[in-house]
């Protein structure tokens, strides 16, 4: 069964740091595209970084500059440094995999990120 586990996230003051990570199983991890979205109350999932098998990186307009994605496909594990975090990054954070060939979609169960101001 695949699957996606996150976890890293927590309470941080305005403009502190933290780090996600997202463990994927094998055969996930190595036929997707990973990436990060999170969701506030109130408001649509949205894309925040996305990073293909060879490393190639995206990011929403809201991040770039202060966060990184980037993955170790020894230990299928994809993360998400955030730093500067401001009180509007505050959300739940979801992994997700897109697998290549079937651009089927896969999620992890969320990880609250709160940003106290």
């Known amino acids: 069964q695949e699957e996606l586990v996150e976890s890293g996230g927590g309470l941080v003051q305005y403009g502190g740091s933290l780090r996600l990570s997202c463990a994927a199983s094998?055969?996930?991890?190595?036929?997707?595209?990973m990436g990060w979205y999170r969701q506030a109350p109130g408001k649509q999932r949205e894309l925040v970084a996305t990073?293909?098998?060879?490393?190639?990186?995206n990011y929403n307009d809201f991040v770039k500059g202060r966060f990184t994605i980037s993955r170790d496909n020894t230990n299928n594990t994809v993360y998400l440094q955030m730093n500067r975090l401001k009180p509007e990054d505050a959300a739940v954070y979801y992994c997700?995999?897109?697998?290549?060939?079937?651009?089927?979609?896969?999620w992890g169960q969320g990880t609250q990120v709160t940003v106290s101001s």
């Open positions: 094998g055969s996930l991890f190595s036929s997707s595209v």
């Open positions: 997700n995999a897109k697998t290549y060939w079937t651009r089927t979609d896969y």
């Open positions: 990073i293909t098998r060879s490393g190639i990186t």
